[in-house]
């Protein structure tokens, strides 16, 4: 099938849902969703995806309790570390999206890392959106663009959506086709705003540690079954 949308970014969400059903404790749904990630990761290459973006840990999360934030930086960097070989098998270059400086050292250290060993990769370009919230990342887009006009590098009346685009973490991310969250929350929750201007949208109930292959493959399934108009009507599609 040709329909294999370009750039999907996931909301990996119901860890925490997962956890209590089975009775267990949220850092186990957490290690659990961690696999899910691994199998989606090499599904989606094995798809033809060429862009991934994972929201693994958003602006608000530091509002978690803190033993839950540590936990969640520890099992980031053990991830780097255990996966790492994974990507440079399957040619995959890491890059983040989001203010990789508030994050503890061993992380950004890791991440820092990974992103280098796998610069040259030429397959498919994970993305981590870690620290990320869409919000901020258009202030800080706005805030160097206003910056630029003071000084005059820019003038205003040149200011337009390509600039905005140059100046988001997402820069160099095509749009995104298609958007999927697990767990049966509807919402963006502060994940990219720019780059889902035309986004198709795909819900599912399955909470994220239960993803697998198989639901992957459903989504795009689903994905391939729309008609992506773009403000255009169905016929002028069609002709
Ligand atoms: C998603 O699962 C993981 C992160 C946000 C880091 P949750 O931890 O949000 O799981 P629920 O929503 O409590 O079930
Ligand atoms: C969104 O999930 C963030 C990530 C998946 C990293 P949350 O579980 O934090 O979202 P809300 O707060 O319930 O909307
Ligand atoms: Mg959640």
Redesign the pocket.
Known sequence: MSKIPKHVAI???GNGRWAKLQGKNRVTGHQQGAKSVKEIVEEAVAQGIEYLTL????T??WSRPKDEVNLLMKLLVSSLRKEFHRMVDNNIRLVSIGNIDALPTPVKDELLSVIEKTKNNTGMVLTL?LNYGGKEDLTQAMRTIADKVKNSIISPEKVDESTINEHLYTRNLPPVDLLIRTSG?E?I?N?LLWHIAYTELYFTKTLWPDFKKEDLKEALLNYAKRERRFGKTSEQLTS
């Open positions: 909301i990996m969400d929201y693994a840990f958003s608000e999360n959106a929350e919402r929750s994940f």
